[in-house]
């Protein structure tokens, strides 16, 4: 039965003469999901995606979009499909206009309906007043919303975006994340790939961990990091007597772990760990504030990917050696 917006991959392996890039990937995807492939260079992220939108088929294993299989109903899957690339071979020297006319009639969009299809595209990724401009005079932003609005041509039921914010600098890739978030409905599912942690939990309701071609965990943002963090923890930076302002924080309810130490410049440093899904940072703050100690700062601390990668796989990058 077909699932229309349901991803499904089975056993993917995808070799390069001698060279393993992926192997035994397995996942689906439901309908109106949107998720992250998360993995440093080299991981098997674009090769995954790859063979998702059929670019190449996989050496062994079986992915289908919608329900119909990637190699054997190719043409059929494709139609159920909207692509950006890692690099995007957009034809600067064409209007925006001009471009997502030439894509549609690639997918055969019927010429009646392809000025409506131009529109939806144009208008899904705030495009529309650059209507008329040359791709090539447009900033990377604007050039990368061109790419998600080729892959919006025919209104597919699945997304597929490698690395969307690569290369872009951080305003434009805020504003890239929030198009993106909005993409996604109950009947249009998003896939992305990225190597920025905070970038898949910012847009992502699942996120699937590759490293070294194989998927190392697939959960929740949030859960990723309760199952690879015995307790939340802040930082509490402030000023007065080290021992007084550790018995202080101590004593709030709630606190289960406590490292102290004495900065170069002379603040104390206490490492302040709670429970998941408890939030004590403003009974902290009310501690060392009531105890007469200057509060300088209280910041979460937030695992980065080399954490989370030196924890599921024992490396700092995921990366393996010898390749
Ligand atoms: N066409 C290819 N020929 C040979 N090796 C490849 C090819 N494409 C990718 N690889 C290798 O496969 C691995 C995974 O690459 P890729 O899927 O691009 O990773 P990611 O997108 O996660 O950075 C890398 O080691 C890369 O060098
Ligand atoms: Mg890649």
């Known amino acids: 039965m077909s699932v229309s917006g349901e991803i499904r991959a089975e056993a993917l392996q995808k070799r390069f003469g001698d060279f393993v890039a992926v192997e035994d990937v397995s996942f689906s995807v439901s309908p109106g999901e949107v998720v992250g492939f998360l993995g440093p260079n080299g991981a098997g992220k ?4 790859r063979m998702l939108t059929g670019v190449f088929p996989p050496t062994s294993g079986r992915c289908s979009i919608s ?6 109903q190719a043409i059929a899957a494709r139609t159920q499909l909207g692509y950006l690339p890692e690099r995007t071979a957009l034809y600067t020297d064409m209007t925006v206009e001009r471009y997502l006319r030439f894509v549609g009639e690639m997918k055969r969009i019927p010429s009646a309906t392809l000025s409506r299809a131009i529109g939806a595209a144009m208008a899904a990724t705030a495009i529309a007043d650059r ?14 919303r061109v790419g998600i609005a080729q892959a919006l041509m025919g209104d597919p039921a699945v997304l597929i975006l490698d690395e969307p914010t690569s290369g872009l600098d951080p305003g434009q890739a805020a504003e890239i994340r929030v198009l993106i978030r909005g993409l996604a409905d109950a009947r249009r599912t998003v896939v992305l790939s990225s190597h920025i942690l905070p970038e898949v939990e910012s847009i992502c309701s699942r996120v699937i961990i590759l490293a070294q071609g194989r998927v190392v965990a697939v959960d929740e943002p949030s859960r990723l990091e309760e199952r690879l963090r015995p307790h939340r923890q802040v930082v509490v930076r402030a000023l ?3 021992a007084a302002l550790e018995a202080v924080v101590r004593a709030v309810a709630g606190v ?10 002379g603040t104390v440093r206490l490492l302040v760990g709670f429970a998941h899904r408890t939030d004590i940072r403003r009974e902290i703050a009310a501690a ?3 105890g007469g100690f200057g509060l300088i700062e209280l910041e979460p601390v937030v695992m980065t990917l080399e954490e ?6 024992g490396r700092p990058d995921g990366v393996r050696e010898g390749v």
Do not use: C, M, P
Not at 46 to 49: I, K, N, V
Not at 256 to 265: C, F, S, T
């Open 131 to 144: 209507a008329r401009r040359l791709i090539g005079t447009l900033s990377k932003g604007y050039r990368q």
């Open 67 to 72: 329900g119909y299989d990637v190699v054997s």
């Open 288 to 290: 060392v504030v009531g």
């Open 308 to 313: 989370i990668f030196l924890t599921l796989v």
């Open 46 to 49: 674009s090769t995954t995606l």
């Open 256 to 265: 289960i772990a406590l490292e102290g130490g004495i900065e170069a410049d």
């Open 240 to 242: 007065g007597e080290a």
